[in-house]
């Protein structure tokens, strides 16, 4: 029977009944007395030179409060960037300043150049219709390509847009050259990664507040780590310490990636705040998200994959132009570098591999994290080219693959690019996976689509992530300017109950949840008994949040360390009650015993003991119950597994129907079981999205086509079918206390090329080779046409 | 300013409005009830989703003066008397029908509205009512779910 309670309990979310009843706490719900309203003027063009900025008319319309432009923000810094790549000449990247609003040019359409604060928002959106701006259009460079081939430039700092040039790993150059240049096979693909908006329904939301007799600052934000916005906003941007900057992420309506980066609109309003001397909300409207929120993906990929003539890859070579749009976001230079160079060896034993990687500045919005995050471009690229190499050489899909693996006796297994896999089982999932699809019978579903008038297309696609992001020590040595631990109080109350203070911040995870069930595992204490406590650095320790699929495999694991302490000291109280030595007591199902008597102390005579110490050895304890623990992990985590999809192609339409998609995750413990599919079904539909649907769009002038969800196509209820998912090929993480390894992003990861590989099987007999994403009708009914004149 | 009057979850509501406010602002900022959401603007996403006159309503596409008069409920009207999750709520919770939280008001009142207009849909159905409205955390998948449960529980 299924456990009810703790780990491995698929517990119903407790944070439902406050979403299911209105009563969440999103940050544009909230408001505070004598609000004011901000609207940011932002450019509509591309590329231009400010001329001129006349507010004088907006200034004297009806409510208006303030307006500021760059002018106004002089002692302000820019907005940081948090990760520094050093290219392959070993110098640091080109990284200009973004300012909070426009200084003399505008980047990207979007760029914001001036802000109105009025009494309401339709006051500050009247008066912006009454600032005029001169600005002469620049020349916009906005195709990757050309942008590196000379011409017009985003920024002075770097004359032919290159940000960084970087070579992964150099000193495996000439192997991997050498090796491709005498293989028996080598298959070559060139591929675009598409560019796509994370689209979390909530919009991005910020509200700034000053409490001038205490100087003290309060942002509330959707963010997914108020910490790091506390840290990159105080220290780079408006000069405030800490302990006068409050920053709150209460309820956030999902974020994907994009509300990871401290953005100019959050220290705007905090600035301003002060400033006007009353409060300032801003929330954007979906187009100013999709004009302002970092976008995610966008890179141009030509792969090389060399194989010996029983199907043995050999060596792996891939150059990539990755795409940073106008400025550089929070962490955008990690994405095509770190996040993804490293995760190119996949689940196989590829010996050499080289990759190249340009970064470019283009006059579009900034590239950052989007779930999966460089490793979804690693594997699309592996699984994309490995499926044509199996159909340039005979080989089944399922089986060229299988050839490769890593073994599951080959653990830890160090790849030649950099990381070194804990465990895994590939043979496994993969096996699981085409059980699960049932391919025995697949010949009779292609034949019942043909009678149709339908072609039917069979993809499978591996996947290896590196999550629970990261140690410390490794990343600050390949560029990172922060660690990247999790930090967790553990508060026990003097009745027993506990309240845990965690810097990992639920946005939809599920953490009030799954974070109870494992301290309530480990007290051996109902769940209802534990609080979790996130979203707030006036209530949290420190915290670097939560992204990377690292909240259980970090987050957790510091919880559990405080919980390890707490206990600890437990014993050392209920040692003193029971008037045994220490090292005689032991604790289990929330009673601490003597061993080999029948002496004991429950749980909460221990809690009460510490907060009414009458009869306290107080030279050797301290009262009370709390125990904090940061937790820096010993490796990445390194979620595997095996996708299958089915799809459906009318050929005379390009139209593709998802017909099934089956996913055999290792994902290591799992503490819930439910939450865990339901993040599987969501990182699915994302990566399916992208396959299938969602495409940003820029013209050759800049403009953004794709500026709404009339325009951009996001994954509806009947664009999906029902999922398969299973996640019971379980291989422990090694080195964290739960043995988890994340499951966020794994569905985003792996569902891409499996989509990709099942519409080209559908199409092959007719000569298609490849369709890049999204495989919209149009594409598919043009890549057949191409194929057959 | 247009004064309205309107009767919102059972109580009688009224005030003043620029005529611009839509329904969903008035919900929002005038009333208070903030457990209605604005995703998108422009009538895609559904978070906005409310009853009028018991009929599902995008409430950020309809001006609050084209409600005078009218019965709105929201999501805040959902639960039972006593307080306890009404069936399609308690549906929602038991098959993991929502994450984030943003696009739940408006998944419920437009499962509220299919479920009146049809009581036994199928999962077609269902996928293709929901096609106005957008979820980016769960994939659809235990939404889908929670509906059929909520269906065979006599919601």
């Known amino acids: ?789 | 300013m247009p004064s309205i009057s309107m009767t919102v979850n059972g109580k009688s509501v009224s005030g003043e409005v620029e005529g611009r406010t839509l329904l969903v602002q008035f919900l929002r900022e005038d009333l208070g009830l903030t457990g209605t959401h604005v995703g998108c603007d422009t009538s895609q996403c559904g978070a906005c989703v409310v009853h009028v006159n018991g009929e599902s309503v995008k409430a950020c596409t309809m001006l609050a003066a084209s409600a005078d008069g009218a019965e709105v409920a929201t999501i805040e009207g959902m639960a039972n008397a006593d307080g306890s999750l009404g069936v399609i709520q308690q549906a929602f919770q038991d098959h993991h029908g929502l994450q984030c939280g943003f696009c739940t008001p408006g998944m419920v009142m437009s499962a509220a509205d299919l479920l009146q207009k049809n009581k036994n849909p199928s999962e077609g159905e269902i996928r293709e009512w929901l096609e106005g409205n957008i979820c980016r955390c769960t994939g659809y998948h235990n939404i889908v779910k929670a509906i059929q449960a909520a269906a065979a529980a006599g919601a």
Not at chain 1, 428 to 444: H, I, Q, R
Not at chain 1, 661 to 686: K, W
Not at chain 1, 704 to 709: E, F, G, H, M, T
Request: hydrophobic share 40%; with cysteine.
């Open chain 1, 1 to 789: 029977m299924p456990k009810d309670q703790g780990i491995g309990a698929s517990s119903k979310r407790r944070e439902d009944v406050r979403f299911l009843t209105g009563k969440g706490q999103y940050t544009d719900d909230i408001n505070r007395p004598g609000q004011t309203y901000a609207y940011f003027l932002r450019s509509n063009v591309a590329h231009g030179k400010i001329n001129g900025i006349d507010t004088s008319a907006a200034a004297s319309a009806p409510g208006v409060v303030g307006i500021f432009t760059a002018k106004d923000l002089e002692a302000a810094g820019g907005v940081p960037c948090g990760w520094q790549v050093t290219d392959k000449h070993g110098e640091p990247m080109k990284e200009p300043k973004h300012p909070i609003l426009a200084e003399g040019k505008v980047c990207h359409v979007g760029d914001p150049i001036a802000a109105v604060i009025a009494e309401s928002l339709n006051q500050a959106r009247d008066a912006a219709e009454l600032i005029d701006l001169d600005i002469e259009e620049l020349p916009p460079v906005i195709d990757m390509r050309a942008a590196i081939s000379g011409g017009p430039t985003v920024h002075d700092e770097a004359p032919d847009n290159i940000c960084f040039d970087w070579d992964f790993i150099a000193d495996n150059k000439e192997a991997v050259d050498q090796a491709i240049a005498g293989a028996h096979h080598v298959t070559t693909l060139t591929l675009t990664n598409n560019r796509l908006v994370a689209n979390a329904v909530e919009p991005r939301c910020a509200i700034g507040e000053y409490d001038a007799a205490r100087d003290e600052h309060t942002l509330y934000t959707t963010s997914q780590n108020p910490h790091v916005i506390r840290l990159l906003m105080g220290a780079f941007v408006l000069s405030i310490p800490e302990h006068k900057l409050r920053v709150v992420a209460p309820d956030v309506g999902g974020g994907f990636g994009s509300k990871i980066y401290h953005y100019a609109e959050e220290a705007f309003v905090t600035w301003a705040a002060k400033a006007v001397g009353r409060p300032i909300k801003w929330t954007a409207d979906r187009s100013e998200s999709f004009m302002s929120d970092a976008q995610g993906r966008d890179h141009q990929t030509k792969v090389e994959l060399a194989l010996d003539e029983n199907g043995k890859f050999l060596a792996l070579r891939c150059e990539t132009l990755a795409n940073m749009g106008a400025y550089l976001s929070t962490f955008a230079p990690c994405v095509p570098t770190y996040l993804h160079g490293t995760l190119l060896s996949g689940n196989y034993t590829t010996p050499v591999i080289h990759t190249n990687v340009k970064a470019v500045f283009t006059n579009t919005v900034p590239v950052d994290a989007y779930r999966g995050a460089g490793r979804p471009e690693a594997t699309f690229q592996l699984e994309r080219t490995i499926d044509k190499a199996a159909r340039e050489m005979g080989i089944d899909p399922v089986e060229l693959r299988k050839r490769n693996f890593i073994a599951p006796d080959a653990f830890p297994y160090q790849t030649p690019v950099a990381v070194q896999y804990d465990t895994g089982n590939y043979g496994a999932t993969m096996d699981k996976a085409v059980a699960m699809a049932d391919l025995d019978s697949y010949a009779a579903r292609k034949t019942a689509s043909e009678a149709k008038g339908k072609r039917r297309g069979l993809g499978i696609a591996s996947y290896i992530e590196a999550c629970g992001i990261a140690p410390s020590s490794l990343v600050g040595a390949l560029g990172a300017r922060a660690g990247l631990y999790e930090a967790a109080t553990v508060r026990v109350n003097p009745t027993g109950n506990v309240a845990v203070m965690t810097g990992s911040h639920s946005h939809g995870q599920g953490h009030e949840t799954t974070f109870a069930q494992v301290v309530a595992e480990m007290l051996g204490c109902d769940e209802a008994n534990v609080d979790i406590v996130h979203g707030d650095t006036a209530k949290i320790p420190f915290g670097m949040g939560t992204y990377g699929s690292r909240s259980i495999a970090v987050g957790g694991s510091a919880i559990v360390r405080s919980v390890e302490k707490i206990i600890e000291k437990g014993k050392k109280i209920a040692a003193h009650l029971m008037e045994a030595a220490e090292a005689d007591v032991t604790f289990a199902d929330g009673q601490f015993s003597v061993a080999g008597t029948d002496k004991s102390v429950d749980w909460g005579t221990v809690a009460l003991t510490a907060y009414v110490p009458h009869n306290f050895p107080h030279e050797t304890l301290e009262p009370g119950l709390e125990e904090t623990s940061f937790y820096d992990p010993a490796n990445f985590t390194y979620p595997a597994g095996a996708y299958i999809c089915e799809v459906e192609v009318d050929a005379d339409t390009g139209k593709v129907d998802i017909a099934s998609f089956v996913a055999a995750d290792d994902f290591g413990n799992v503490i819930n079981p439910m939450i865990v599919e339901g993040q599987v079904h969501g990182g699915l539909t994302q990566g399916l999205g992208q396959a299938l649907l969602e495409n940003c769009v820029y013209d050759e002038n800049g403009q953004l086509v794709s500026a709404s969800l009339m325009d951009y196509a996001m994954p509806r209820a009947d664009d999906m079918p029902s999922f398969g998912v299973d996640h019971s090929c379980q291989t422990p993480c090694t080195h964290n206390p739960l043995g988890v390894k994340g499951c966020g992003e794994a569905g985003a990861i792996g569902s891409p090329p499996a989509l990709v590989n099942a519409v080209v099987d559908a199409l092959s007999d007719l000569g298609v080779t490849h369709i890049d994403m999204p495989v919209s009708p149009g594409r598919v009914w043009a890549a057949i046409q191409a194929a057959q004149n």
